[in-house]
């Protein structure tokens, strides 16, 4: 599978790290897509005119290593479920091939905005130190206990459109686990177009429409804690549970 994905990526033009922070879009408009990895081979083939991708050291696909935050009784899970329109997600990420490693917080505000953000550290803690809580705590503007829940880990292709202020990551070999539980999403695709502002003239979008892949909001988080903790609250997520597992199942 990684091998197959490397050599689809031959063909589109290289963009550096450096070039690539023009394209920042820490306040942004997310538009997520699941689908089958089937799929990727062809939709990588039709994205080639329109987009570059990042390049790191020579390599195109990059390994990420996040470890998730929460309170004890999964706030953020089900601030996620019950729809409340101002939520966060708090982690730590490890971008393993430029070697950088961030405390990121992510918002979800009242106008469907996405505001990332985050503090460089030196390696991921299995709790947070006060420097680090005092750091969440002003930007999401109140303190709350949390301790670490779980690890995903996966691979990511990062597009950068040609001509417009969009980036596109397309997320593989997807896997999880919190040191009891494990699994493993490997045939299921996370795509997100990441934009200043929604707008469906996305050369992405477009393309996706054509091959039948539909926007779903799909939180990593979410889904894999579902899977490690079977008493939490899930009916709002049932059809997108059972996307995924007829994915899995193919």
């Not at 966060?88 to 490890?94: A, G, L, N, T």
């Not at 106008?111 to 990332?116: D, M, Q, R």
């Not at 919190?178 to 707008?199: T, Y």
Request: charged letters at 30%.
């Amino acid at each position: 599978m990684i091998n197959s994905l490397i050599n689809n990526t031959t063909q589109f033009s290289p963009i550096s790290l450096k070039n690539m922070d023009e394209v920042k879009l820490m306040n942004r408009s997310d538009t997520k897509f699941t689908f089958s990895v089937q799929k990727l081979p062809i939709l990588l083939e039709k994205l080639v005119p329109f987009y570059d991708v990042l390049e790191i050291n020579g390599k195109r696909l990059h390994s990420y290593k996040s470890l998730y935050f929460d309170t004890d009784d999964r706030k953020f899970y089900n601030d996620h479920h019950n729809r409340r329109v101002n939520r966060h997600k708090i982690r730590f990420r490890e971008y393993e091939d430029s070697g950088l490693i961030f405390l990121e917080v992510k918002c979800k505000n009242n106008k469907g905005k996405t505001i990332k953000k985050r503090m460089k550290v030196n390696k991921i803690p299995n709790t947070l130190s006060n420097d680090h809580q005092r750091y969440v705590t002003n930007i999401m503007g109140y303190s709350l206990p949390v301790s670490s829940k779980q690890w995903i880990n996966f691979n990511r292709v990062t597009l950068v459109h040609k001509k417009q202020k969009e980036r596109l990551t397309i997320d593989v070999n997807l896997n999880y686990s919190d040191g009891i539980a494990n699994g493993d999403l490997s045939k299921v695709i996370i795509a997100e177009v990441k934009q200043e502002r929604m707008s469906r003239s996305s050369d992405f979008i477009r393309i996706a429409k054509d091959l039948k892949i539909y926007p779903m909001r799909l939180s990593k988080y979410c889904f894999t804690t579902m899977q490690i903790d079977h008493s939490l609250k899930k009916n709002r997520f049932k059809e997108k549970q059972i996307f995924i597992n007829k994915i899995i199942n193919e």
